[in-house]
């Protein structure tokens, strides 16, 4: 009887020690899902990508546009107005050719005046002449002297008017036209028929020597080119095509990438901002010949370097810096009480190259199926837990 | 008669009670500690390991059986910033439970074998066996740590769990009990015509329960407190079990210590409640006299 | 001939044994027997690889060691006092236990739960009595005496002592409690019967009955006080007071030493002395079972 | 009886032998780095041999397994740089804990010092290994280190001129042996005021002195001026150490098993040290607020440790800014008949483990790890001179070459902007000063189990708990069981 009672205690109290250890473990089984979840919400968030394997052609754009290498205006010989304006703008001059015809007018009449002044003075000598002889007959020394000095005289005027004349004639014919000096096109015309100018009356361009343009490049797209170096450069524009240039001349440029002058690929994108990479860039002159050239047309240098080997691709964003070189983290996952968490790993890589979206780095053991971080809600650090 | 009687109960009892007290004062400290601010804590033990000076004012460390200020921060804390504690938690119970369990099982058949059967070398066996339990773990660790990598178990549970499925304290323990039942229980179903097989799970089998409710408390005790297989034979940190947070509890972690104490008794407390009642209930309740 | 003795084996329980022992054996030898047979070929090698053989060096070094015997003894003074002292209250206690007494059941859970604190916390509060600055020291410094450094005094065993006794109790209290429980309730009844008093009745039946369980607890505290070091080490480090240098302390210097040989060697001279002791022990349960059938 | 053991046993055996023959066989499948695994009889006599060292098969597919506690970042970059130089190389760096203040409970720290003790007693150890974490004396003790010194002197390419061979040199064992090879290291000086103890017409010589002499010194520097202290070190624990390692062969007699820890000598030490703390002459800390009325240095001499050259950066900063009170470095104590020269404290030592079969291999890449050609930082910034993360990059490199390339580029990269403080010019002056440290440093700082039992049990005499004998005795007590263990 005794023992069946105290059985029956003992059951109870069994029962007890069963409620309350299901209620430890449940409590426990509780606050790990619970601090779990907790804890996974204040974990960072980060989006991730797997590499693809494979190269990254790096393209650069750069724009410019063409300038001169030689172009000159011609100015108003004469400064009387252009009384006939005989070349157009676009012309292709020979050299000599006769560009503008002047007011000759003007011209003509001092001539005439000068012509006149002569016939006077001609005559005038004929007077000296004859008084010339009439002293020379008599002994007056001093007279003859004086006769010969005034009819030499005369004579040096003569010739100087005459000369005068001359230089009038030619000044007539040089002056009152413009030719042009060399083989060219004609860029502007500036002067107006019957409205005298005292400016550049015409631009002319020397297609010769053609055309050149400057432009930025990065330093590592140009590390193989010299100096006279052919390259392709696109001509925008309705009929865009390719034309070659040579390059005239390349000089490192100090200029970091963001104030380069034809913001050529500069866009303004929040990885850039990031991180600050100080591109080198090369200042490169380019030359080219194309009689269909214009200055001021634009054009487009388009480069493309393959980050060659066997690299992975992954966004530049993935990829920070800090001063032991670049890295990314990883997503790692190790098994934990509730299956599995996920943990931020900093890896160091090598970067091979880079475009404003896309980084490539060089393939090593860990990164072949290596879920990167992209992007995460704050900072990560290493070895710091993350969620998805 | 029954006065004298119950009078002596009453001594008996008071003295064992005050020995009862004694023993669980460590325990009771632990306890009402747990429930101590972080800051009683370092006021009261702040002391302890620190070279003080002996010119200046003697200062002693605070033994306090009552916080000041009753607070659950301490688990708070432990459950709360420190989620290894729970993770190497359920590590424990993964580790320990087939332990247990598979032990047990081999245990029993193995110590039937030593208990009931007479076979040629039982003795000198089963004094290899004893050997290998009393030796200390670095003797056999080289060879052991050797023996995990062959069969490819290294770095996995399975390198703790194996080797304690197959500890022989266990066989020890049911073999004392086996050896001890009276022969007479069997040698009626022998005279049937039973096997060993029968024999052992209708016999002897239930006449071992308070054998096998000891045998489970112990080896839970033993296997929850283990540390130097798991710290040796698991790589990752999130697989330890919670023996080694305790063992190599950090100083900055002393304020919460007790309660990190109290959460690791209490399963084994609880499973001690629980067999308690089976280890008493001996072959008087069983139905079987001798 | 060879065959006639295996005949002979089978002919026993040896088939029998064979299903109940084959998963225990084939762990066993994989974890524990093969490690162990190692172990005594490495104590016979100057190296672990490629070791040449050099008989007994290893063992006639140990011996010269001055420390290993220092250890040797410490740990036979311990266990020396401490198993039988712990055997004796643990005793007392399931005896008591197994008379009527009022709120048994918590008092039974309070004796045991010492086997369960961690040992970061039994640590914990043995540094808070025994600290320089401790509660021990400061009872003393109120008696006007002067602090007492007890991890580097004669004291340490007396620390380590109650530490091992205060845990294990419990263990064996319950190994006890099995034991008393194995005992018929009849013969009892029947000794009362035949008027035998109660001392009669406790030396003659529980004792009786009880030495099983009693070798068996011997053992178990003698494996449990090599588990003490753990404590030990954690309160005193690799190199403690004198009288606290265990052979376990020996052994784990030697590992870390990598002196696998001397460990190795140190191991079976303490396997060997176990031998000795358990085989004894072992006769006697053996010639006390028969007697009991 | 006998024939149920002899069962027993033969049992056991046939257990055993088909455990190992299925080992055995399960070597060669293993994995790639068996290769270095296989105990292959000629590996031992190889390492024996203090002959030159083949120089590696070129064609060979091999891995080289490269064990440490604690991850330094400088060799993962160098075993990358050599892989690309070596395809057929592979190097596999195995590390417990990434930083130290992952384990503060030292877990992971038994944790290696186990694992590596199984491993190398199973023969299967790591090709090489950071010894930093290790009890080095055991393992080469136990011959399971390869001795580098002939490897180093057996190969032609290795050019001595171009490494600190004084470092080299005497990290040499008593019995000639090199069993480690330091990547890098610091310097243990004491530090002065030039102009103060010029002006003080004390007489010394630091290229000599022993710690009484130095004492001795200190002590009449504060009879004359009591308002400065004579020597300000880390701490009486610290300071003690210092002492004892000089007088090491003294206290300890390793051979005989003996200790003197219960001597006069040891006793005096501990006197001394405490006596001296309650006048002027010793003070203990790291700061020493400017007592009022004295400018600059309000001490004659300071110990530190330059661990990396920021340190001797810093003090060159401070030289600059106060223009009465130069600094300059003087050499510690040292026992009575030493050589001249400094203290300095290896780091980064590796070790080629004995029994490995590519020891070639290891000895190769081991060389390219003290050349430095991967190492991270060209030129010594603020920033890696700091020792903090750093590791190796940080530290003062065993190269010369590698150093003498740094402080090039750290002087032509103009003044140096310090984590604290403007910044500062550093001057060919005072690289050959910092020169003149390195180049003389050839007694190594050592670290062991006695040296912390010493430092365990002595604040207690310290902090007045107990006295000098009881102190002394306990160590006395306690060095005797480990010496005889």
Known sequence: ?388 | ?290 | MNRSWVRRWLRKDGIAAIPFLAPSLAGFCLFFAVPLVMSVYYSFFDQVTDGTFVGLDNYRELLESSSFRKAAGNTLLFTGVGVPLLILLSLGLALLFNRQLWLKNAMKTAVVLPLVVPIASIVMITQIFIDWNGVLNAWLHRLDLPRVDWLNSDGALMIILLIYVWKNIGYNMILFLAGLQTIPHSYYETARIEGAGSLRQFWGITVVYLTPTLFFVILISLVNSFKVFRETYMLAGAYPYDRLYMIQHYMNNMFFSLDIQKLSAAAIFMAGFIVILMSGLLKIEHRFLENIS | MKKISMFVVSCLLIVVFTGCTSASGEGGTDNQITNSHTEQPGASTQATQPAAMPSPDPNKQSTLVFSMYKRDSYFETAAKAYEKEHPNTKINVKYIVKNTSEDISRAKQEKFKSTMIADFLNGKGPDLVVMDALPADKYVAKGLLANVGDMLKGDPSFKKENYYMNILDSLQTSEGGLYMLPLSFSLHTLTGDQQLLEQSGVHFNDQSWTWTEFLDTIQQLTAKRDDRYGFMAFDENNLLLNMARTDYNRLVDAVNRTAHFDSDLFLGMLEQIKQMKGQTVLYYGKELKQTEGSKGFPIYFGEDELLTPYQYFQYAANMQNSKEHSLVFYEKPKAEGQQPGGYFEPYLKIAIHAKSSLQPEAWDFLKFLMSGQASAAAAWGANDLTYEGQGFNGTFPISKSLYTAKTDNMVQAGPLQMLEGGPVKITEQDLKKLDSLVTSANKPIFDGEILQIMAKESPAYFHGQKSAQEVAKIIQNKVTTYLNE
Do not use: C
């Not at chain 1, 990508?49 to 300038?67: K, M, R, V």
């Not at chain 1, 500036?190 to 990065?218: H, V, Y």
């Not at chain 2, 330890?240 to 509890?249: D, E, R, T, W």
């Open chain 2, 1 to 290: 008669m029954t006065i004298s009687r119950n009078l002596s109960r009453l001594l008996l009892s008071l003295f064992t009670g005050l020995v009862a007290a004694a023993m669980i004062l460590p325990i009771l400290l632990t306890v009402t500690n747990s429930l101590m601010t972080e800051r009683e804590m370092s006021f009261n033990y702040g002391l302890l390991g620190v070279v003080t000076d002996a010119s200046a004012q003697a200062k002693f460390v605070n033994l306090k059986l009552i916080p000041d200020w009753v607070t659950l921060s301490q688990y708070a804390k432990l459950l709360d910033s420190t989620p290894r504690f729970l993770q190497m938690f359920w590590n424990s119970i993964k580790l320990v439970v087939p332990i247990v369990v598979g032990q047990t099982a081999v245990a029993t058949l193995a110590a039937y074998a030593f208990a009931r059967l007479r076979f040629k070398g039982r003795n000198v066996l089963f004094m290899v066996y004893l050997i290998t339990m009393v030796l200390p773990f670095q003797v056999t660790l080289v060879p052991n740590y050797l023996m995990i990598e062959r069969l490819g178990l290294m770095n996995t549970s399975g390198a703790v769990i194996l080797p304690g499925v197959f500890g022989v304290f266990g066989i020890f323990m049911i073999r004392q009990f086996m050896a001890n039942l009276p022969y007479v229980y069997t040698e009626a179903a022998r005279m049937d015509g039973a096997g060993h097989g029968r024999i052992f799970w209708e016999i002897i089998l239930p006449l071992t329960k308070p054998g096998l409710a000891a045998l489970v408390i112990l080896l839970f005790v033993d296997y929850w407190n283990m540390v130097e297989q798991p710290l040796i034979f698991l790589k990752e940190e999130f697989d330890y079990p919670l023996s080694l947070y305790l063992a190599y509890i950090q100083e900055s972690e002393r304020g919460v210590i007790f309660a990190a104490s109290v959460l690791y008794m209490t399963p084994m407390v609880l499973l001690f409640l629980y067999a308690e009642s089976d280890l008493v209930e001996g072959i008087e309740h069983s139905g079987i006299k001798g």
């Open chain 1, 1 to 388: 009887m005794e023992a069946l009672l105290s059985s029956g205690k003992r059951n109870a109290r069994k029962r007890i020690v069963v409620v309350i250890a299901s209620l430890f473990i449940g409590i426990l089984l509780v606050w790990t899902l619970f601090s779990n979840m907790m804890i996974g919400l204040t974990l960072p968030r980060v989006v991730t990508e797997t590499p693809a394997p494979g190269s990254l052609d790096f393209n650069f754009q750069g724009t410019s546009s063409l300038q001169p290498v030689l172009e000159v205006e011609l100015f108003n010989p004469s400064g009387e107005k252009p009384t006939e304006i005989l070349a157009r703008e676009g012309d292709v001059v020979q050299k000599g050719q006769l560009l503008v015809r002047y007011d000759r007018t003007a011209k003509e009449q001092q001539l005439e005046l000068e012509q006149n002044a002569l016939k006077k003075m001609k005559l005038g000598s004929k007077q000296l002449q004859d008084d010339f002889k009439l002293a020379a007959r008599g002994d007056d020394a001093a007279a003859i002297e004086a006769a010969r000095n005034a009819m030499e005289s005369l004579k040096l005027d003569l010739s100087a008017q005459e000369k005068r004349i001359q230089m009038l004639q030619t000044e007539l014919t040089d002056r009152t036209e413009l030719r042009a000096p060399f083989t060219g096109r004609v860029t502007a015309i500036l002067a107006i028929e019957n409205i005298p100018s005292n400016g550049a009356d015409i631009r002319l361009l020397n297609t010769e020597r053609g055309m050149q343009f400057d432009i930025q490049i990065p330093a590592g797209m140009a590390a193989e080119w010299t100096e006279g170096d052919a390259i392709k450069v696109r001509i925008l524009g309705k009929d865009s095509r390719l034309v070659e240039g040579r390059i005239t001349k390349m000089e490192a440029d100090s200029r970091k990438e963001s104030n380069m002058p034809e913001g050529s690929d500069a866009t303004k994108n929040p990885a850039s901002e990031e991180r600050q990479t100080t591109k080198e860039m090369v200042q490169v002159q380019v030359s080219m010949h194309d009689k269909s050239l214009r200055a001021g047309n634009r054009v487009q240098v388009e480069l493309t370097q393959s980050a060659g080997g066997d690299t992975f691709v992954l966004s530049r964003k993935a990829v920070h810096q800090d001063r032991n070189g670049f890295y990314v983290f990883t997503a790692q996952s190790r098994p934990g009480p509730l299956g599995n968490q996920f943990y931020a790993s900093k890896n160091y890589v090598t970067v091979i190259g880079e475009d404003d979206q896309r980084t490539a780095i060089a393939q090593e053991l860990w990164n072949e199926d290596a879920e990167i971080i992209v992007e995460s809600s704050e900072p990560l650090m290493d070895g710091q837990r993350i969620r998805f």
